[in-house]
């Protein structure tokens, strides 16, 4: 059995098991393990940081694919946990901390996570992963503040 189908068969509960499971997948660097959190479905989106709407596994799998082999020595976790529920998705707002070696020493770089679970026939799948620009400063959550962005 191939080693992503593995990871398929032993993933399942709810839409905060797998989004454990994608963090622990990237933290580790296991690109099986990390895809097998997703949708098996052509329509499946991730948006990282300045970079392009990623389109189906193969896009975001070559994607990841680059990233992780890039990451060197980084650690990171989904902080302050916001979500929404329903039936058959749920959708959650992270802070993505990530600690990165600089020239200056070890360094935590914020960025905001959007991400997106649909309930499948396989049990709980990411449909969406969408990541906006970081910041080198923890990101403090507004609400009940009239803004318009655009």
Same mark, same amino acid.
Request: contains cysteine; negative net charge; proline residues 5%.
């Given at each position: 059995?191939?080693?992503?189908?593995?990871?398929?068969?032993?993933?399942?509960?709810?839409?905060?098991?797998?989004?454990?499971?994608?963090?622990?997948?990237?933290?580790?660097?296991?690109?099986?393990?990390?895809?097998?959190?997703?949708?098996?479905?052509?329509?499946?989106?991730?948006?990282?940081? /300045?970079?392009?709407?990623?389109?189906?596994? /193969?896009?975001?799998?070559?994607?990841?694919?680059?990233?992780?082999?890039?990451?060197?020595?980084?650690?990171?976790?989904?902080?302050?946990?916001?979500?929404?529920?329903?039936?058959?998705?749920?959708?959650?707002?992270?802070?993505?901390?990530?600690?990165?070696?600089?020239?200056?020493?070890?360094?935590?770089?914020?960025?905001?996570?959007?991400?997106?679970?649909?309930?499948?026939?396989? /049990?709980?799948?990411?449909?969406?992963?969408?990541?906006?620009?970081?910041?080198?400063?923890?990101?403090?959550?507004?609400?009940?503040?009239?803004?318009?962005?655009?």
């Amino acid at each position: 059995m191939p080693r992503a189908k593995q990871h398929a068969a032993t993933l399942g509960g709810t839409a905060d098991d797998v989004e454990a499971q994608f963090y622990e997948a990237m933290q580790a660097g296991d690109l099986d393990k990390l895809m097998a959190c997703w949708a098996d479905e052509d329509d499946i989106l991730c948006i990282h940081p /300045g970079g392009p709407r990623l389109m189906g596994s /193969g896009a975001i799998r070559a994607a990841y694919e680059a990233m992780l082999a890039q990451a060197g020595s980084m650690t990171l976790r989904a902080e302050r946990l916001r979500k929404i529920d329903s039936l058959t998705s749920v959708v959650h707002s992270v802070v993505e901390r990530i600690n990165i070696l600089t020239p200056q020493g070890p360094q935590d770089v914020f960025v905001i996570a959007t991400n997106v679970y649909h309930k499948t026939a396989q /049990g709980w799948r990411m449909v969406v992963h969408h990541v906006s620009p970081g910041t080198v400063q923890e990101v403090d959550d507004t609400s009940d503040m009239p803004q318009v962005l655009h």
